[in-house]
C-alpha cells in the first residue's frame, strides 16, 4: 500500500470540506431533533389543560346546585353543608360498596332540606360497614333520628342504576332515580341529582371516604420518554459523523507489517497508535 | 489501515449476525404488512369517505377490516404499528453492533438502517450483508475441513 509521506492526523481530517460539509448537514439534523425533543418535553409537561377550581371551601349546597335540574359541573365534589331532617323509613342499604381495599356496605338516607325553592329531596350517604347485616342494623335504628340540624360533606355525582342486581334484591349503585322509587315520597321542591357524602357517620358506621378531586396533571412518562429520545438521536447523529471522520482517518494510516502479525494471535485487534496532538 | 475482525471475534460476530437477521426479516415482514394495511386505510379516501382499518374481535366477526372510525375492539393495525416500532429499534441496535464487530465503516450502518425502511428491501440487504459476513469469516478461519 503506497503510504503517504506523513499520514494525516484525525483533526486534519475532519477540517477538511467534504467533512466539515458533513458536519454542517449533522448539526442541522441534531438541531432539528433538539426541536423535537423541546416539543416532547414541553407536552410532557402538559398535556390537557388542568382546571384550577376550589372544591374544599364550604359552601351552602344552595348555593352551588338546585333540585330538579342537572347536577352543576362546578359543584361535583365540593364540600358543602345543608341544613334538613332524616326522612325515617326511608333508609336504603347499598351492597358492594368498597373503602380502603374491603368490600362492604352502604346506608344512604333520605333528607329534607330547606332550598330557596322549598324543602327539597336529597340523598345523602351516612357512612359504610363491614357487611350488609351490620348496616342494616344502624339503618333501622336511624329512625329514630329526625332532628332538624346542619349536614356536611361533599357533593358528589350519582351513579348509574345499572349495577345494581334489581332480580335478586340488590342494591349496589347510589342513583337518585333509582332512590325516588324507593322513598315514600318525594319533597314539593323536587330532588337534588347529587348526593351528599356524609363528613360524619352515625354511631356503627365509618365515615366514607372521600378525598378532594385530582386536579395536578402529572408528568406525561410517554412524551418525557419521546423527549429523552430525540436527545439519544441527536447525540447519536453527531457519534456518526465523528465515526465518518474516524474512518476516513483510520484508512488512510500507513499499514505495519510487523503489526499485522502480531494481530494474527492477538484476541483483538490493536487499534493504530492515535498521533499525539 | 481498515480494521478487519479478529478470529477471536468469530463466536461474536457470529451471534450478532444472527441477532440481526432475525431483526432483518421480523421488521421485514411487518413492513410489508404495514405497506398492506396503508393501502386499505388511505387507498379507499380515493373514491369514498373512509378508509379501512383491521379489527381484532369486534362485532363483524374475529377479524375484520372495518371502517377506521368504527372500531370498538382491539386495533390490530396500530397493534401493528407499534410492533414495527419497536422491531425496527432491535433492528437498528443489532445492525450496530455488526457493523461495530466487522469494523465496518459507519455509513454502512446507516445504508443497513435506511434498508429497514424501504419495503421488501431488508430481505435483499439481510442477504448481501449475510453473505459478505460470511466470506469474511471464512477467510479469517483457516480451512479446517482442507485441513483434515
Redesign the interface.
Known amino acids: 500500500m503506497p503510504a503517504p509521506a506523513t499520514p494525516p492526523t484525525l483533526w486534519s481530517v475532519a477540517r477538511r470540506p467534504k467533512y466539515l460539509g458533513l458536519l454542517a448537514v449533522t448539526l442541522l439534523v441534531a438541531a432539528i431533533f433538539a426541536g423535537l425533543a423541546q416539543w416532547q418535553f414541553s407536552r410532557s409537561l402538559s398535556t390537557g389543560p388542568v382546571v384550577e377550581r376550589d372544591t374544599e371551601t364550604v359552601q351552602p349546597l344552595t348555593a352551588l346546585d338546585a333540585p330538579q335540574v342537572g347536577v352543576d359541573g362546578d359543584a361535583i365534589g365540593h364540600r358543602v353543608t345543608a341544613r334538613g331532617a332524616l326522612v325515617p323509613g326511608d333508609e336504603t342499604v347499598l351492597t358492594r360498596r368498597v373503602q380502603g381495599e374491603e368490600t362492604g356496605a352502604w346506608v344512604v338516607g333520605h333528607l329534607a332540606v330547606e332550598t330557596p325553592d322549598g324543602v327539597a329531596s336529597l340523598a345523602v350517604a351516612l357512612g359504610w360497614a363491614p357487611t350488609e347485616e351490620q348496616a342494616a342494623e344502624v339503618a333501622e335504628s336511624l329512625d329514630a333520628d329526625t332532628a332538624e340540624r346542619e349536614w356536611a360533606g361533599r357533593y358528589t355525582q350519582d351513579e348509574g342504576p345499572q349495577e345494581s342486581d334489581f332480580e335478586a334484591g340488590e342494591r349496589r349503585s347510589l342513583s337518585t332515580g333509582d332512590l325516588i322509587n324507593v322513598w315514600d315520597e318525594v319533597e314539593p321542591a323536587g330532588a337534588f341529582g347529587g348526593y351528599l357524602i356524609a363528613a360524619d357517620a352515625p354511631e356503627g358506621l365509618e365515615v366514607i371516604a372521600s378525598p378532594a378531586p385530582a386536579t395536578e396533571t402529572g408528568l406525561n412518562w410517554q412524551n418525557f420518554f419521546y423527549f429523552l429520545e430525540w436527545i439519544f438521536f441527536g447525540l447519536f447523529a453527531l457519534y456518526i459523523w465523528y465515526r465518518m471522520v474516524k474512518d476516513a482517518w483510520q484508512e488512510e494510516q500507513p499499514s505495519d507489517d510487523a503489526e499485522d502479525v502480531v494481530a494474527e494471535d492477538a484476541v483483538t485487534v490493536p487499534e493504530p497508535a492515535r498521533p499525539e496532538k | ?6 478470529p ?2 468469530a463466536g461474536r460476530i457470529r451471534s450478532s449476525l444472527k441477532a440481526y437477521r432475525l431483526f432483518a426479516y421480523v421488521t421485514g415482514v411487518f413492513l410489508l404488512i404495514l405497506v398492506v394495511e396503508m393501502a386499505f386505510k388511505y387507498g379507499p379516501l380515493i373514491w369514498q369517505e373512509y378508509g379501512y382499518e383491521l379489527e381484532l374481535g369486534g362485532t363483524q366477526g374475529f377479524l375484520a377490516f372495518v371502517p377506521s372510525d368504527s372500531i370498538t375492539a382491539v386495533n390490530l393495525s396500530v397493534a401493528i404499528q407499534i410492533a414495527h416500532g419497536y422491531c425496527y429499534v432491535g433492528y437498528l441496535i443489532t445492525d450496530f453492533i455488526l457493523v461495530q464487530r466487522m ?1 465496518w ?3 454502512r ?2 445504508v443497513i438502517a435506511l434498508g429497514g425502511v424501504v419495503p421488501g428491501l431488508s430481505f435483499f440487504m439481510e442477504a448481501r450483508v449475510t453473505r459478505e459476513v460470511d466470506a469474511s469469516l471464512e477467510s479469517l478461519t483457516p480451512k479446517e475441513g482442507a485441513a483434515a
Do not use: D
Open positions: 489501515m481498515p480494521r478487519t475482525p479478529s477471536a471475534q469494523g465503516r459507519i455509513t450502518f446507516l
